[in-house]
């Protein structure tokens, strides 16, 4: 099923998809980490790092993304209300992993309004405060080449994921109680394709290949930025999280938080990080409710309660981060320019 | 298009005006944005709204809707008075030197020749003087001065940037960048492309509004060559194929006229169909009308259609009004003067404005025929639906007959896009229940009728009985047949005429294309424009070679595009007069000597000597029309009109409503509001999550833009004391909606005439059916005022007020 | 492999996976107690691929069109997926949102399975049979077309025109759909006879 030694990672998500049936090309061999678990086993390979690239100065919001998501990953979004903006659904969801986020922007310099739109979702973080604060055995997985996915069968919907996160990505489902985001399409990724956002991107604003080749491509992008005007136009890498698989090309790359909160310097909880450190306690203390917590979901499908206790020292396991996550009420700073 | 859509990227510059393109063609923007990233273009945003495409833009400059004239023939003065001229392109390629005939004139508004009562123009004046040796008069020196050059220079010499400002109320400071951008597309190696749609046609003056950019295209030589000319993106996937096809009331096929009651016999209708050159040299291709028009008749009757009874001329319905368009049938139907009405495919209760209107039109109906693939809020008009279809059923003695039909993912055929490319495709699925595809039911229509008509008699009945329908399978004719049919073929052996005992057709067999078509009844063609789309090469629209040797875009090689399957019209303009491409490295065609070469299909015959023959081969002129002559009912040059709702006045003649020839009924004279009742100035337009009215049946796009909402200023906001995501009410004088307001930077008010004008922004796209929310919908607001020239519903600027309100179904 | 196998279709089969982690829980390594596949399988596979063409806006976008079921050998096909074909020179494998959820369009709940009649006055439409459907729309316009059919007009020349039955042409049909539908219309003498392009 997995770990084909002839797999390489895709260059392009510009592929018309395989009907002949294809083993996944990577599967559990390649993790190179894997949620509360000390004992993983290192990987025998490295696979090429992978990255999905969005240029906010080409996307139209056009939501075509969104609509690929929906379709390739059946997914079922509510049909909701038109709350007096564009974003719709109105936040990311457990049947939308993708979103695009619409900021009115009049730059101060030029006097012009700017639509800033960013696609939002998971970053694909290189150091995934997610899978860090996760308590749930393999619940959270990282692969060699950078995407970090959900085992939702391992997920015991506690939310500790949603607050590691440091782009408050992963939403817990009210059906099923497991929490889902972006899986960078690793389904697809494992058969030598690219994200089915990244493929039907009209204006090709979404680009996914090798970590480096997107670099890349970046680069040029840049430089045409900054040839039309946008000086501080530059590339969404953050280090606070050790880098990205999902990355942005911004045209003021000097204030990420212009583009609907998006966080200016990232970087995971200190408490997560040293995760290690409490390994020991938080570990047990997982484990109990975790077995608790898979009968329930197996007999009556009810959502996952951890004990009081737990539930406040997760809540201490994430207090301090040094960056919030927007929350998606009031995403922006909220000074008025923002929409 | 004169173009396609992976031509874009050649451009150096590309404008959006009269059309959103990133949001309502996602795909074909995508040229746009290839251009700008690999050519460095840059791309300039003219739009009331800042929209999506905006998003991207290099520049926005804002605009009052139905304004674009103004602001266009400002940007024809800005090039004349500032030299920004490609000359050696206006003085052959145009009608630039040619000179117009003593008495035509334009003052306060209008043209010589109006006539208020008939609100109709005498167009006498509007033309050429003609030489005694038949040709029209030139002075190529353009000193004449009453050649075109210099009454067009006269015309546009009063928009100048000041008065745009004031007319469009565009910043008089953008407007100067914006023309400062376009004009440096003169230089014969820059080139620029219109992309433009309904925000240009659905105006009481759409055409002028498209005439206007296509002349200023042409006084910067960018027709004809890559990356350049006029390109309407068109709306629907089928649209361009339907046209062409001339399934509309004055229309035959290929853009052959239907004749009128003036024409009760072949030779009169051929009269004035003979398209003599009025220059010397020149092709004038459309001299060949009867060889295009006979080869029609044989595809419709046969053996039937002979000689003798001028190939069943007498078959066709001769006219007695311009068209029996779709505004002319609903107001026909509302006088109870329709009894039975067929929407294949069409939902006229969302899609044809003054909905009160269209639901007391139906209501009227004896009987209503629906063909969809889906639930149409047309097919249940008849249905209360609370205060979103609030109709009393009982009353209501309509018979409906609703019949399902396949999709195109269940359907095989061809489909022509907004480039003009056949494109051929597959059945996927099986269709769901009963769904049939729309050629059965109309062959079974046909056929049922036929049967009542040999058993019982009846009116006329020989059209109809002598119907050529000679199918494998009558009762459901096979696409393939179809297209073929399309493509016409030889009746008996064509005879080369340099060669008699040479065959260059036998019978029997397919035309290689139109050029092979003849008058004497010896070939049929459904249409000849398409003739090359099925030969005895095969289905020439279901080739899939994507190969692009110049990497330019041409692709050849995949499927066919009329005509001939050339992909740039007018091509022959992209080499100056000694036969040179203006730009080597966008080389389109080049003469080598004795002949053309191209990796396209010249338009221009292939051995046509390079200023001798002009590229414009279609008009009997040669060159193209800055003037327009009487081709055109309301001028031969564009001029500023204000919309039959407009909250100011026609600075160039105050009395004046609308556009003085535009089309309105007696009978909705009362139905237009005045701007002291209604203040504000409403748009209508999509939105880039849904498709027409369609994808609100589609849980996905449901999803993703779920309600039915107005957007409106943060001044206007205020203004009315309406927050973002609350209900409001918009009412026109035609009827009210309620709406969610989406309160927005992106539209602004502007200063026009001494007046601040808010714009209301309303989308189309909600209904009563489907998986959306239920919605009001933006015609229930819209006027029915036709086109001038073409009778397209002016639906892109009416008069609204607003206030808030409360949710549907909730007193306030 | 199962074609139907949907991410909601795994989760619903995922009690091995929660006996896995609860073994987990009691002291197995966690390495060994995770049994799930992490990847899902490709759901593509097996299915057979058509060319199509986008049914919306006049890009024209090639599709490749996925069903289980080939209509090319008479079976019965369902579709199961659609996405851009790179193959096609305008898209080159790309979709708007419209286009890249197409399967629900085909799919969608509203799509009409069986011809029905609504009767004068009625609130209801009632299912009939495509021959009685037929037969009434024949009758119904036989009779409209002979009752007002103006054969000629004052001055006596012939004119042919039916005004009182209009029809409206589908934009989304294909050309060849358009020919016929052409031909029987302007045979009849329909000369209310319009479609999209202006609306």
New interface residues.
Partial sequence: ??GSTTYQSPHTA?????????A?G???AD?VR?S??????PPQRQLTPVAKLIDV????????C???C?????????????????D??RDLTEN?FTLMRFT?W?NPETD????L?RKDGCMHCSDPGCLKACP???AI?QYTNGIV?F????CIGCGYCVKGCPFNIPRISKA?H?SYKC?LC???V??GQGP?CA???????IVFGTKEDMKRHAEG?IA?LK??GYANAGLYDPPGVGGTHVMYVLHHNDRPSLYAGLPDNPRISPIVQTWKGVTKYVGLAA??F??AG??I??VFARPNRVTQEDDVHGEDLVEGKPVPPPKPETYGPGSGEH? | MTNSWTDIKNADLVVVMGGNAAEAHPCGFKWVTEAKAHRGAKLIVVDPRYTRTASVSDYYAPIRQGSDIAFLNGLINYCITNDKVQWEYTKAYTNAAFIVKEGFGYQDGLFTGYDEEKRDYDRSTWDYEIGEDGFAKVDPTLQHPRCVWNLLKQHVSVYTPEMVSNICGTPKDKFLRVAEMIAETSAPNKVMTSMYALGWTQHSHGAQNIRAMAMLQLILGNIGLRGGGMNALRGHSNIQGLTDLGLMSHLLTGYLNMPSEAEPDYDTYMKSRQFKPLRPGQTSYWQNYSKFMVSFQKAMWGEVAAAENDWCYDYLSKLDVPAYDILRMFELMNQGRVNGYICQGFNPLMAVPDRAKVTSSLSKLKFLITMDPLETETARFWENHGEFNNVDTRSIQTEVIQLPTVCFAEDEGSLTNSGRWLQWFWPAATPPGEARPDTAIMAEILLRMRELYKKEGGAFPDPVLNLSWDYHNPREPEPEELAREINGRALVDLKDPADPSKVLVPAGKQVVNFSQLRDDGSTMCGCWIYSGNFNEAGNNMARRDNRDPSGLGTHAGWTFAWPLNRRTLYNGASADTQGRPWDPSRKLLEWDGTKWVSDDVPDIGVNAKPGEVQPFIMNQEGVSRLFARGLMRDGPFPAHLEPFESPVQNVFNRRMRGNPVGRIFESDVGRFGNADEFPFFATSYRLTEHFHYWTKHNRVNAALQPEFFVEISEELAALRGVTAGSWVRVWSKRGSVKARAVVTKRIRPLQCDGKTVHIVGVPIHWGFMGAARKGHSVNTLTMPVGEANIETPAVKAFLVNLEPTTAPGVQS | MNMELSRRGLLKVAGAGVAGTSLGAMGFSEAEAAVAAHVRPLKLANLNETRSICTYCSVACGIIAYSKGDRRKGERAELIHIEGDVDHPTNLGTLCPKGAALKDFVKSESRLQYPMIRKPGSDRFERVSWDFALDRIARLMKDDRDANFVAKNKAGLPVNRWTTTGMLAASATTNETAWATFKVAKALGIVGFDNQARV
């Fill in positions: 099923m997995s510009v592929s018309n998809p395989p009907v002949t049936p294809v996944a990577f599967g559990e993790l894997r509360a678990t000390s004992d993983l086993p100065s080409k996307c139209i919001g056009c939501k075509a969104q609509s690929a929906i379709e390739w990953n059946d997914t079922h979004p509510d049909i909701g209300e038109n709350h007096g903006i564009y719709n659904p939308m009115e009049v012009n309004l700017e639509w739109i749930a055995p393999g997985v996915d085992v939702h069968e391992n099923d497991r899986t690793s389904d697809r494992a058969v089915a493929k039907a991107c009209p204006t090709q604003a992008r045409d040839s039309r484990m109990g975790l077995a898979s009968l979901h197996g929409r």
